[in-house]
């Protein structure tokens, strides 16, 4: 097994820098920069799985088991899951120990989430009292969200399946609890209230147009593919106290959290590299 890079006590090899590659592949860039998608994608990981370990955060029995359940619904036989683990040179304990890994991050990333919401919902109640006129005059929408990160052929496909299976609102959260691969990891897939013009531009386009009630079809953006499913759209929408106060602490909540794991990402690579603990091994 070729290693191409280390990161603490963790090694790339060179079969998971070419799933990277498949994930984060993009016809509009050239080779190049597709590769270092990759590599700075998987550095950022074992960067916080590292962080995730030495703060002790542990993967409960119930949790990696509810995690394999998930796994094999992607699947509809044992030997479809074989062919995809074969067809990315992927053993089988290779990929389940990822899946283990992901998780633990995942579980580190949420405690960055509730401290960001501790500290940004302090300031709401105060923005709502003084800019109502915000939620009078400005479109919005119920927005539920799959995301599969990659913009590949495979997960087009796995999303048009996907989409054969959903039938009401709660087929599709059964669906975003199972698949989908949103880094932010909202909760069955609802994004909740998104004013017109919040998100990047392929998907509020979508969000803005589609029939209420109608699951889209697979929409590109620069994260991958995604199903949008809306149940409520309204024009000069009246909020009540509460829903002002939710409505603003989910999009302060999203924005700053962006910000901050970038930021605290940025701050563990530059620790990692002045301290020696990121070696590449290829050119």
């Not at 984060?24 to 962080?51: M, Q």
Request: charged content about 30%; overall charge negative.
């Amino acid at each position: 097994m070729k290693i191409i890079a280390d990161v603490y006590e963790y090694n790339i090899t060179e079969d998971e820098f070419e799933y990277a590659k498949v994930l984060f592949s993009d016809c509009n860039c050239e080779a190049k920069e597709n590769e270092k998608k990759a590599i700075d994608y998987l550095i950022d990981r074992y960067l916080l799985l590292h962080e995730a370990t030495k703060f002790g955060t542990e993967v409960t029995d119930d949790e990696w088991n509810d995690k394999l359940f998930e796994t094999s619904q992607r699947f509809e036989t044992e030997e479809e899951y074989y062919d995809y683990l074969e067809k990315h040179r992927l053993s089988r304990n290779k990929y389940e120990d990822a899946l283990k890994e992901n998780l633990a991050i995942y579980k580190f990333l949420d405690k960055f989430n509730h401290f960001i919401k501790d500290v940004v919902s302090q300031d709401v109640s105060s923005f709502v009292s003084t800019h109502s006129e915000i939620f009078s005059c400005c479109i919005q929408a119920h927005v539920y969200n799959i995301l599969l990160i990659g913009s590949t052929d495979e997960n087009f496909k796995k999303l048009m399946q996907i989409r054969k299976q959903i039938n009401t609102v709660e087929d599709f959260k059964a669906m975003a609890e199972i698949h989908s691969e949103c880094p932010l990891g909202i909760k069955c897939g609802d994004m909740g209230y998104v004013k017109s013009d919040a998100l990047i531009e392929e998907l509020d386009s979508v969000i803005f147009s589609i029939p209420l009630d109608e699951v889209s079809l697979p929409t590109k953006s620069k994260f991958g593919y995604h199903l949008i499913l809306v149940t409520e759209r309204t024009s000069n929408l009246q909020l009540s106290d509460n829903q002002k106060k939710d409505f603003m602490l989910n999009c302060m909540i999203d924005d700053k959290a962006q910000l901050y794991l970038h930021s605290y990402v940025d701050l563990l690579r530059k620790d990692a590299d002045e301290n020696g603990q990121i070696k590449y091994r290829i050119g």
